[in-house]
């Protein structure tokens, strides 16, 4: 995450934002909090801009370590019972064997030639789905 200041002819806002890479491929950012003008901050963090900017950077950098962290937390809940019997006659399909194929798939960018190809030529059905 970073800092972008805005200047109007009335104040400088100091904003906190990250960059991202949306579904089409495009990098983008998105603001990710409000700090404040420059008239609010420059009382409660020092006497010029560029300690203002020195404290900014640093929220912007807890920022970032707190949003790495909740990334890290993420939980995935999975439900088993005990209490059910097994059918041993029974076979049981999951269909889990496309992932080993998907996870190569992806690691070998396909997905973003496809994109490519549909862009190009101006296809009206999507060649990452067929694939």
Same mark, same amino acid.
């Given at each position: 995450?970073?800092?972008?200041?805005?200047?109007?002819?009335?104040?400088?806002?100091?904003?906190?934002?990250?960059?991202?890479?949306?579904? /089409?491929?495009?990098? !983008?950012?998105?603001?990710?909090?409000?700090?404040?003008?420059?008239?609010?901050?420059?009382?409660?963090?020092?006497?010029?801009?560029?300690?203002?900017?020195?404290?900014?950077?640093?929220?912007?950098?807890?920022?970032?370590?707190?949003?790495? =962290? =909740?990334?890290?937390?993420?939980?995935?809940?999975? !439900?088993?019972?005990? %209490?059910?019997?097994?059918?041993? %006659? /029974?076979?049981?399909?999951?269909?889990?064997?496309?992932?080993?194929?998907?996870?190569?798939?992806?690691?070998?960018?396909?997905?973003?030639?496809?994109?490519?190809?549909?862009?190009?030529?101006?296809?009206?059905?999507?060649?990452?789905?067929?694939?």
């Amino acid at each position: 995450m970073r800092v972008i200041t805005s200047k109007s002819k009335n104040a400088e806002s100091f904003y906190i934002s990250k960059g991202y890479v949306n579904d /089409k491929g495009v990098s !983008t950012s998105v603001i990710v909090r409000k700090l404040g003008t420059l008239k609010e901050l420059l009382p409660e963090h020092g006497p010029t801009r560029d300690d203002v900017m020195a404290w900014a950077r640093e929220e912007a950098r807890l920022e970032t370590l707190k949003y790495k =962290q =909740q990334q890290e937390e993420k939980q995935i809940r999975l !439900t088993f019972r005990a %209490d059910r019997q097994l059918d041993y %006659d /029974k076979q049981v399909f999951y269909r889990g064997g496309y992932l080993f194929l998907q996870s190569i798939y992806y690691q070998m960018q396909i997905h973003k030639i496809c994109r490519k190809l549909k862009q190009k030529y101006k296809f009206q059905y999507d060649i990452n789905a067929i694939l």
